[in-house]
């Protein structure tokens, strides 16, 4: 009679039945990142990986892919959706439109500093946008920081009227087209891997990013003015493959959630480092620091507001962020 029982035991260990079994069950996952190891989101990532080796008791294996070793930002978001890669780190207004709710924290001018904007994005509205992208094949995990962007070009760019005509690269977001759009310059969508060289060709005349991203890409090698336009606190997000998430048991599901949530004030803290150590760098390379007349810029995207929040619920989105304090 034992051996009999001990068969069946055995026979559902096996077969995966057994809860126990299917918790104990290695989990391989890959995260993707363009940035190189001594980038503050690489670092967040691998804070977040150890976390869940050591929760785990090493079971779960998060592996993370810097130098954008497994495709391009907008190449990862279809590999997450598709379930051939388990996670990734892309800019917010990427997922525009695959997430309308998103368009919201990409807005120009939407968060006052980087404090309104960590409060905002860790209110209700703020993980409601997060929540948002989960129906359309993504789990949205955490917010990470991008920086204030501002333009640096060949020139100095004091006024809205400097803009006018200018060949702006912006990110692949129809958002940030309307956005350059609205400023009088010619956008020119392109990856952050071809800005390097067309900045150095004359392909294009100018790129707006963080002072980190200026830096460590070597832009400022090319683009001398950097201007303080100062028109976005664009944050990052954290996307999972829902398709993965699916297969994943809830105490799983809860220790990634987790570990997401944690390298956010990892990410933070060495973001804000980084920035004044990128600011420096070029400073003492020559780059020349511009200030700029914000208001008119504000101006201009009345119509950009106008175009992308069109709904009520977009709407109350926008003032429950600006009503933030």
Known sequence: MRSSISKIVLSLLAAGFMSGAIA?????????EIWGEDYPNTKALRSMSENLA?????????K???????????????????????????????????????????????FRSTDHLHKA?????????LSSCNAKGYIGLAYYDSGTRSIYAKKAIKTLA????????VQQSDLMVAMAQAMGANPSPMPMGEVYVGLRTGLIDA????????????????????????????PEIVIFSKVIWDKLSPADQKLIADAAKESTTVQRKLWAEREKVSEGIVRKAGSTIVEVDKKPFQDAMVPVYAKFIT???????????????
């Open 207 to 234: 790129a707006e990013n963080n002072w980190p991203s200026y830096e460590s890409s070597k832009h400022f090698e090319s683009a001398k003015f950097y201007s303080r336009t100062e028109h976005l606190m664009n």
């Open 24 to 32: 104990q069950q290695k989990v391989e996952l890959k995260v993707s």
């Open 54 to 62: 050591k929760r785990s008791n090493g079971r779960i294996d998060l």
């Open 64 to 110: 993370v892919y810097p130098n954008g070793t497994l495709g391009t930002e907008k190449e990862v978001i279809e590999q997450v959706k598709l379930g051939a890669l388990a996670m990734a780190r892309v800019p917010l207004n990427l997922m525009n439109n695959i997430c309308e709710e998103t368009l919201v924290p990409s807005l120009p001018f939407l």
């Open 311 to 325: 709904t009520p619920h977009m709407k109350d989105l926008v003032k429950r962020i600006q009503d933030v304090k």
């Open 121 to 129: 994005l860790d209110s209700a509205a703020g993980q409601e946008i």
């Open 162 to 169: 400097d803009t006018k005509g200018l060949k702006l690269r």
